[in-house]
C-alpha cells in the first residue's frame, strides 16, 4: 500500500512538473508571437522618419521596456499598441490640445535600464543615444520612461543591504544606498533634460504578480524614485524654463486587477493600458498645453 501511495506521489508530481513546463512554453511562444505582430503593425503606422517639429508641430515619445512598447495589448491590423494608442485617444478627445502631437513609441520589450543608459557612452550602440540623437527623435517635446521591472525580476537593481533596513515611508536615502537601478533612471531623466525634454518618469508596478515577491525591495526603489523626483521639484521651483519631471504611479493598485492583467500575469491587457494611459495623460496634459502656449502668444502678438 505504501509502494502504491509512493507511485501515485511521484505521477502527480510529474504530472505537475509536465503541465508547468507546458504551460511556461505555451506563455513564451504567446509572448514572441505577440510582440512579432505588434512590431510589425507599430513598423506599419509609426513612420520610420518623423517631421520636424514646429510652432504648430510636437512630439511625445515613450520609452522603456514592454510596458511603453505595448507588450499585451490587443492589437488590430494597421494599429499602434498600449500607451500610444490610449495617448493618441485621449490627445484627440482633449479640446484644451489644438495643434498636432505626434506620439511614438521606442519601448523595447525585455530591455533594462543599462541598456539604454549604456546609450549614453560613445559609441552610439546603446538604445537612447541611438534613438535621440535621430533627426526623427531629437526635438520631442515630452519623453515618458516607463523602465525598471526587468531589472528587479533579472534581479539586477542592485539595491544595497543596507538600504533594505530602512523605512520605505520618510527615510530619506543617502546617495550611497542608492540602487543602480535608481542611478539609472536619475541618468537617463536628466540626459533628457540636459535635452530641453520634459520627463513623464513611471515608478514601479509593485503590486503586479511578478513583482508581489520583490514587494520589500520595490517599495524602496519606488521610495528612491519619488524622493529624486520631490528633490529635482524643489530645486526647479523658482526655474519655470526648465524642463519638468513628473511622477506616474504605477504601483498604484488598479493596475494589479486581475481584469487588467495580460495572458502571461505580467503585462497589462487593454484594460489595464486604457487606465494607465489616462493616468500618463493626467501628467502629460499640463506639458502639452505649456509646451503649445508660446505659439499663441506669438500669434497674439503678431495680431
Not at 502527480?12 to 514572441?32: D, E, H, K, P, Q
Not at 517631421?51 to 511603453?68: C, F, M, N, S, T
Not at 543617502?174 to 542611478?183: S, Y
Not at 520583490?214 to 526603489?221: A, E, I, M, N, T
Amino acid at each position: 500500500k505504501s509502494e502504491r501511495n509512493a507511485t501515485q506521489s511521484r505521477h502527480c508530481t510529474g504530472g505537475a512538473l509536465m503541465f508547468s513546463l507546458l504551460l511556461f512554453i505555451w506563455i513564451v511562444i504567446r509572448r514572441w508571437l505577440a510582440l512579432l505582430w505588434l512590431r510589425l503593425n507599430r513598423s506599419l503606422v509609426q513612420p520610420g522618419r518623423l517631421e520636424a517639429a514646429g510652432p504648430l508641430r510636437h512630439k511625445l515619445l515613450v520609452i522603456g521596456d514592454g510596458y511603453a512598447e505595448g507588450l499585451g495589448d490587443w492589437v488590430q491590423m494597421g494599429s499602434n499598441a498600449g500607451l500610444v494608442r490610449r495617448l493618441q485617444a485621449c490627445v484627440a478627445k482633449e479640446e484644451r490640445i489644438r495643434q498636432f502631437w505626434r506620439i511614438a513609441s521606442l519601448g523595447r520589450a525585455g530591455s533594462v535600464t543599462g541598456d539604454w543608459l549604456n546609450a549614453l557612452s560613445d559609441d552610439d550602440r546603446g538604445l537612447l543615444r541611438k534613438n535621440l540623437n535621430r533627426k526623427s527623435y531629437e526635438d520631442a517635446a515630452i519623453v515618458v520612461v516607463c523602465l525598471g521591472t526587468m531589472d528587479v525580476l533579472f534581479q539586477c537593481d542592485q539595491l544595497p543591504l543596507q538600504a533594505m533596513a530602512h523605512s520605505e515611508f520618510d527615510y530619506v536615502f543617502p546617495e550611497d544606498e542608492l540602487a543602480v537601478l535608481t542611478k539609472n533612471l536619475i541618468a537617463i531623466c536628466e540626459y533628457l533634460r540636459a535635452k530641453g525634454m520634459h520627463v513623464i518618469l513611471c515608478d514601479l508596478p509593485q503590486e503586479l504578480p511578478g513583482m508581489r515577491k520583490f514587494r520589500g525591495r520595490v517599495k524602496k526603489l519606488n521610495r528612491q524614485i519619488r524622493q529624486y523626483i520631490e528633490r529635482r521639484k524643489s530645486e526647479d521651483a523658482d526655474d519655470k524654463d526648465v524642463p519638468q519631471i513628473r511622477l506616474v504611479r504605477m504601483s498604484d493598485g488598479a493596475l494589479a486587477r486581475s481584469q487588467s492583467l495580460a495572458f502571461d500575469g505580467q503585462h497589462l491587457n487593454a484594460q489595464g493600458y486604457k487606465i494607465l494611459g489616462e493616468m500618463v495623460f493626467a501628467q502629460t496634459l499640463p506639458l502639452m498645453i505649456k509646451t503649445e502656449l508660446p505659439t499663441w502668444l506669438e500669434m497674439m502678438k503678431k495680431k
